[in-house]
């Protein structure tokens, strides 16, 4: 029997260090990423930012841009303005990732899975490396989802799990039935294609009954639905929701995929389907979700 052991602290000093790195010494990058994450408010405008931080609003867009291209910061639109939004984990963590970037040999001696610093030496662990086959998605990888790259905009809906259910498998051709009850591994189990290769993937699926931002305590009766989501056999894991999903869901994601990819030895897909993204998918195929 093989028993896989995960390393929390590890993924998460290695999610501080790479957020220190891209703020690196970027003045402008650390003022925007600390006038997004400072304050109660979780989603601000790129004229709040502008405001809080002393920057043009086109440099708080320049700035912002690479911020969300490296999953650091949420983006979307709200009455044709520009608007971040915040992740839990770099909402908890945002002070001591600001305070690393700017003290970049106290950045070198942070213990991270991949490396750790003992006395300015850095100690590789490439066996470990080699073992990890993971890969996070977006709705705009899936090629079974293809017809969503045409789709600028979307309204909302109110969409049931139910209707949810059934619009994916009518985009992806699964006839079978999943039945649901607070025990089962997984929503819908299809195949679909990601990158030209037909894979199997597992689905968990919330709808309109659940409310307020999707957190993992709130993904089945005990909070294990992601850890049960993961014993399907599959190669694509995916949460949907159509509103806003908490990072510590995509955490505990990434965590399952490693020890998956480990316990399998093959490559592990997954990734979530939130907000906008959720809603575009919707109006992309508005005649199956009907």
């Known amino acids: 029997m093989t028993t896989v052991v995960t390393d929390v602290t590890g993924n998460r000093?290695?999610?501080?260090?790479?957020a220190a790195k891209?703020?690196?010494?970027?003045?402008?990058?650390?003022?925007?990423?600390?006038?997004?994450y400072k304050g109660k408010k979780k989603i601000k405008t790129v004229t709040e930012i502008s405001k809080a931080s002393g920057l043009k609003p086109k440099r708080v867009l320049e700035e912002g841009q690479k911020?969300?291209?490296?999953?650091?910061?949420?983006?979307?639109?709200?009455?044709s303005e520009t608007v971040y939004l915040k992740k839990d984990f770099y909402s908890q963590h945002y002070k001591k990732i600001i305070?690393?970037?700017?003290?970049?040999?106290?950045l070198n001696k942070l213990p991270t899975k991949l490396g750790r610093s003992v006395q300015g030496t850095i100690i590789k662990v490439p066996l470990v490396r080699k073992l990890v086959n993971t890969k996070r998605i977006?709705?705009?990888?899936?090629?079974?989802f293809s017809a969503i790259k045409g789709i600028r905009s979307a309204p909302f809906?109110?969409?049931?799990?139910?209707?949810?259910?059934?619009?994916?498998q009518a985009i992806l051709g699964e006839a079978g039935k999943f039945q649901d009850w607070g025990g089962e591994n997984c929503d819908l189990l299809a195949k679909l294609h990601v990158g030209g290769k037909s894979l199997h993937a597992a689905f968990a699926l919330k709808g309109k009954g659940t409310k307020g931002i999707l957190t993992p305590a709130k993904m089945g009766k005990n909070g294990d639905q992601i850890q049960r989501l993961f014993k399907c056999p599959a190669d694509v894991f995916l949460v949907v929701?159509?509103?806003?999903?908490?990072?510590?869901?995509?955490s505990q994601m990434e965590t399952?995929?490693?020890a998956t990819s480990i316990y399998t030895n093959k490559r592990i897909y997954f990734g979530i389907i939130e907000n906008v993204d959720a809603l575009k998918l919707i109006t992309a195929y508005k005649n199956e979700f009907s």
């Open 13 to 18: 000093n290695d999610k501080i260090y790479n």
């Open 99 to 106: 305070a690393y970037a700017k003290n970049p040999q106290r």
């Open 157 to 168: 809906s109110d969409i049931t799990e139910s209707a949810l259910k059934k619009g994916i």
């Open 22 to 36: 891209v703020l690196g010494k970027s003045n402008d990058r650390t003022k925007v990423f600390s006038a997004i």
């Open 256 to 258: 399952h995929a490693i």
């Open 138 to 144: 977006t709705v705009y990888d899936i090629d079974s």
């Open 241 to 250: 929701y159509h509103r806003q999903i908490a990072e510590s869901v995509v």
């Open 67 to 79: 911020l969300f291209s490296e999953d650091l910061v949420g983006k979307d639109r709200v009455n």
